[in-house]
DNA sequence: CGTCTTTGACCTGCGC
DNA sequence: GCGCAGGTCAAAGACG
């Protein structure tokens, strides 16, 4: 190496190589300060302008580089022209090492075709010079390409292993909430009646009626059942402080509908296969992740939409396992479970509405345990955001109240006659009505204050089947060809726009008081239901779903047919349960 | 023959 | 306790 090829270190970012000579009739332009004690001059390649490059390679002959890894080194040659050096055009690009072996790897590149011999130079003019040029070119871009593969599965890698920490995480929080629920059951439930009694005298003294109390569900559920309960408590009748003790008919209902969960869903039994065995040990204790299944059982969304067919294309496949006769509407309704896995809790009801049959009204019930085909994937997030949101916000406040308005306010800010929330049906329902006209004027952005800042999860990617990764609703607009985009850009745009105001608002976090709305995935995907561009667009693609199959319903929302989204505290909205 | 739908029976919760 | 209504099961039939 008589031209004194080499490759130097300052330090972790800078490098460079240095030459005793001009090569190849590269000038190779090194500045003052870089010129060495011994002789040799300091080319740096750490710069982002043009003027401190320093990279060489051969032939000569247009623009050449050599590929460092991240480092894109960009020759400032001189060509001879008619016996004039002309300098060309030089840039540097990205410079930043990350591997020394990626270094010495791309200096061997360097330094052998600078030990080749000059005469075999052409003049970068030739044909064969042209060609070569351009299968150096695609080979680099086949580089940067296979690059580019390595850092997409290293991130996708990334994604699966966050999701699956989040999800054992998630179902670590709720096994210390219950046990921590559990082991201060026993103390509570004492002094709970020591407390009734005690108020049961005053009211006796005072004469008053006995005022319901905010009792948690004892059931061995995690929090978030209790608040689920509590908001069925607040809206039943009967009196809580009767079902607080024994053999109240609210935990019986809960332990008979939990038991019936254990017998459909518990691990022992496959699928749908009906578990005698579990069906009469009505005292065993269910697991806490039946207890979540339950809870996410509960909350169900309810969409109501234009369609001529008997129920709308979802994405999943469903099998059909009832119906009945509802009481109040002359239509059967049908009762469909998800069959894309063995095993997946979700199920809906189909039913039309008995004002207007032209209305096809969906329930959507639970979270799939599957990955969901793109068709699907919509439908399916959407619905579980909703739910998810639903049963976050569904948190009591500090007095043990539970404010509905504030659910409403929170999964759909802006809805009025677009998302009801009925707090009163058996289950707390979410109701999408996609049948109402537009209002242009109701298209803004929902108030800061109720929009949950939680950055988004990465749902572009490949659906990686976390259970508590919202799934229900919505996705059979993604990847479908006509809305992916719509979907995307718009999922993309509001990560941003949340992720702005996490940053800048941080009195937003608020909603974070309860350990539920940690549950940041549902809650940033409720947050993407929240805005109102997303419900529109979400609107539109189901409208468009079903008006793609059945093109004479004109009287439904399209992509140019937003339906309403505003405020609304109804209580009762038109469900699919007409006799609720 | 396997899958899916139909449909009557059964279970459960809740109101009276 | 009884009846009603919602929800589910499972046998039977239909279908490809």
């Not at 009626?209 to 905010?214: E, T, Y």
Request: net charge neutral; hydrophobic share 35%; with cysteine.
């Amino acid at each position: 190496m008589d031209r004194g090829w080499g490759l130097t270190l300052e330090n972790s970012d800078r490098v460079g190589f240095f030459a005793k000579e001009p090569v190849f009739g590269f000038n190779l332009s090194p500045r003052l300060d870089h010129h060495r004690s011994d002789g040799l001059m300091m080319f740096p390649v750490n710069s982002g302008a043009g003027e401190d490059n320093a990279a060489v390679s051969s032939p000569p002959g247009g623009e050449q580089r050599v590929v460092l890894g991240e480092v894109d080194f960009f020759a400032e040659k001189k060509k001879p022209v008619n016996g004039v050096v002309k300098k060309e055009t030089s840039h540097a690009e990205t410079s930043t090492f990350r591997d020394v072996d990626v270094i010495n790897t791309g200096l061997q590149l360097v330094t052998a075709n600078t030990g080749s011999d000059q005469s075999t130079v052409d003049d970068g003019m030739s044909p064969d010079s042209e060609d070569k040029r351009a299968r150096n070119e695609l080979a680099q871009l086949q580089v940067e390409l296979e690059r580019m593969n390595a850092e997409n599965q290293r991130l996708r890698g990334m994604l699966t292993q966050v999701s699956n920490n989040y999800s054992a995480l998630q179902m670590h929080l709720i096994t210390l909430m219950q046990q921590q629920h559990n082991s201060r059951a026993d103390s509570t439930q004492e002094q709970e009646v020591v407390d009734r009694k005690s108020e049961e005298t005053k009211s006796a003294v005072n004469g008053g009626p006995i005022v319901p109390r905010q009792f948690l569900d004892l059931a061995p559920a995690a929090v978030a059942a209790a608040a689920v309960s509590q908001m069925a408590d607040e809206h039943s009748n009967s009196s809580s402080e009767e079902r607080t003790l024994s053999g109240s008919p609210h935990n019986n209902t809960e332990l008979s509908r939990n038991k019936r969960i254990g017998r459909e869903e518990s691990p022992e039994s496959e699928g749908w296969a009906p578990n005698k065995a579990l069906k009469l040990n009505s005292n065993s204790t269910k697991p806490v992740d039946q207890s979540a299944e339950a809870t996410m059982r509960k909350a169900r969304v309810s969409v109501r939409a234009r369609s001529e067919a008997p129920m709308i294309s979802d994405g999943c496949q469903w099998r059909k396992y009832g119906q009945k006769m509802a009481k109040g509407n002359p239509c059967p309704r049908a009762y469909y479970r998800c069959t894309m896995a063995v095993g997946c809790p979700v199920r809906k009801q189909v039913q039309r509405c008995a004002d207007d049959r032209t209305i096809l009204i969906t329930t959507y019930e639970g979270t799939h345990n599957h990955p969901l085909p793109p068709a699907a994937m919509a439908m399916a997030s959407t619905t579980s955001a909703a739910a998810n949101m639903l049963l976050s916000g569904s948190m009591p406040s500090a007095d043990g109240v539970m404010n509905p308005n504030f659910l409403a306010r929170t999964i759909l800010p802006c809805s009025s006659n677009m998302a009801t929330i009925s707090a009163s049906a058996p289950f707390p329902t979410v109701t999408l009505d996609l049948t109402q006209t537009p209002n242009p004027l109701q298209f803004q952005r929902p108030p800061a204050q109720f929009q949950v800042p939680f950055p988004l999860p990465p749902q572009n990617f490949a659906p990686v089947p976390t259970p508590s990764v919202p799934q229900v609703f919505g996705q059979a607009l993604y990847n479908q060809s006509k809305f992916s985009g719509l979907q995307m850009s718009q999922e993309s745009t509001d990560a941003a726009q949340l992720q702005g105001q996490s940053s800048q608002h941080p009195q937003l976090h608020q909603p974070q008081a309860h350990p539920l709305f940690s549950d940041t995935l549902s809650a940033a995907t409720a947050a993407i239901t929240a805005d109102p561009n997303f419900t529109a667009a979400l609107a539109a693609a189901i409208s468009s779903i079903i008006g793609g199959s059945h093109q004479n319903n004109t009287n439904q929302s399209t992509p140019n047919n937003h339906p309403n989204v505003n405020t609304s505290n109804s209580n009762k909205s038109c469900s699919s349960f007409p006799g609720n």
